[in-house]
């Protein structure tokens, strides 16, 4: 299970100080599971682990198996919780040389939809252009501008190298269950679809078709990947002193009592490089509104020791650092000798390379306490599908209670939509007259 260790949050915040925090996070914890928050028509995640069933999954992987046969490569097009989730664990889970060392027996996994580069598209189009490919069309509504543009450009590709008949085999839709552009799209086509449910919002849905389709693509084992949410889920209905989640949550928020606004997840293991964009969408887009919530960043460790390092030792003392530490490696390389020793390494001669590391994190993290910033350390076992599974609920369960901490609907993301507004103006998108009439004033524009 996830192991919490909040001692190096001391002397700023105090194990007392987080234990007095039980009462105000166990109503939080309430207001959850009753249902009474702000944004309660958003909570179907509380829940999602368990209520997945062996028909599903099954249904899932049949799907998967289909594109694994037919495809080289498959493109997921999505945006934010759309794509995050399942690059995560994608990532995390595959060999960090997939491009060069593939088998052939897993398709290569691409992503698109999530930005709006020219190059980006247009290179991605050309490696296309020799591959048998797939798609995995992810959008509620269908009508996202960045992937709403990719999936016309690929859909458009698909049919004219693979043809109609084959197109629709290796196209998959995710989308609402009746309505959106993307739905039409799908039952017009006769795509194979499932369901984004309506009160699972994107940054909580990786246990939906989002993510699990796109991983089991990838050849991962998602039955592992859930049940590791709910055994999590278990735990995370624990009193306050067995529950990592809420425990994680009390002291995040009484650090942000104390000053610190800013929170730096650090990892020692470069695969959960996206795990951490993961999470600073998930608390980002969650708590930060109405003027409040804590600036989630993040950083590779030791690789960025070199360059932020300096900045987390000895900068402006507004941050903490929250730490995922692995503990197994899935494999074991030994520290060379070498019969000249110029570089003075041959200490380590002998020792695991994982070792190494591990007393990097613990120097770091003994540095980082005594330069004045607190520490949370997060401890899983190893890195696979199962302990995942564990990771993903217990940010989401801890993510949730700490916003109604705070005060915040979690579910919601109104400022999200003010660039969209500006962008569409400036395009001159049919019903936005007005608009594009102020913004070009305020421009100076005629």
Request: charged share 25%.
């Amino acid at each position: 299970m996830v192991k919490l260790d909040l001692t190096k949050v001391a002397p700023v915040v105090e194990a007392a100080e987080i234990k007095e925090l039980c009462a105000r996070v166990e109503k939080a914890q309430e207001s959850l599971e009753q249902g009474t928050c702000p944004g309660n028509d958003y909570l179907g995640w509380l829940h999602l682990p368990s209520s997945i069933m062996p028909e599903f999954i099954a249904e899932v992987k049949a799907t998967a198996e289909v594109l694994r046969k037919e495809c080289e490569a498959v493109v997921v097009a999505g945006i934010g919780g759309s794509y995050l989730g399942a690059k995560a664990v994608i990532e995390a889970l595959q060999n960090s040389f997939q491009w060069l060392t593939g088998d052939g027996k897993n398709p290569v996994i691409l992503f698109a939809g999530n930005n709006i580069g020219e190059d980006y598209l247009a290179e991605l189009t050309a490696y296309l252009s020799t591959k048998r490919f797939g798609v995995i069309n992810i959008s509620k509504s269908g009508t996202t501008t960045e992937t709403a543009l990719a999936f016309r450009l690929l859909k458009r590709q698909c049919e004219e190298q693979r043809g109609k008949e084959t197109a629709r085999k290796v196209i998959v839709a995710i989308t609402d269950a009746k309505r959106g552009a993307a739905r039409t799209c799908a039952d017009k086509e006769g795509y194979k679809s499932f369901v984004i449910p309506d009160n699972v919002g994107g940054r909580f849905s990786v246990l939906t078709p989002v993510g699990l389709l796109p991983i089991a693509v990838a050849g991962f084992d998602i039955e592992a990947l859930v049940r590791g949410a709910q055994d999590m889920e278990k735990t995370a209905a624990q009193p306050f002193e067995e529950n990592p989640s809420a425990q994680y949550a009390a002291a995040r928020y009484a650090l942000y009592t104390k000053g610190k606004k800013i929170e730096i997840l650090a990892n020692y293991q470069p695969k959960l490089h996206f795990m951490a964009e993961w999470w600073k969408q998930l608390f980002g887009e969650s708590e930060g509104k109405d003027g409040k919530g804590i600036y989630p960043a993040s950083v590779d460790l030791t690789t960025d020791l070199h360059s932020m390092g300096q900045w987390i030792q000895d900068g402006e003392r507004s941050i903490f650092e929250t730490v995922i530490s692995v503990e197994q490696p899935e494999h074991k390389l030994l520290f060379p000798s070498d019969e000249e020793n110029l570089d003075g390494l041959n200490f380590l001669a002998g020792k695991r390379v994982d070792e190494v590391n591990k007393m990097a994190e613990l120097g770091t993290q003994l540095a980082h306490v005594d330069g004045g910033v607190p520490n949370i350390r997060i401890a899983i076992e190893r890195l696979d599908a199962y302990h995942l599974g564990q990771l993903i609920y217990f940010f989401e369960r801890a993510c949730g209670i700490h916003c109604q901490l705070l005060g915040v609907n979690a579910f919601n993301q109104p400022g999200v939509e003010a660039y969209k507004k500006n962008m569409f103006a400036l395009l001159g998108k049919p019903g936005y007259e007005a608009e594009t009439k102020a913004i070009k004033a305020r421009l100076g524009e005629a």
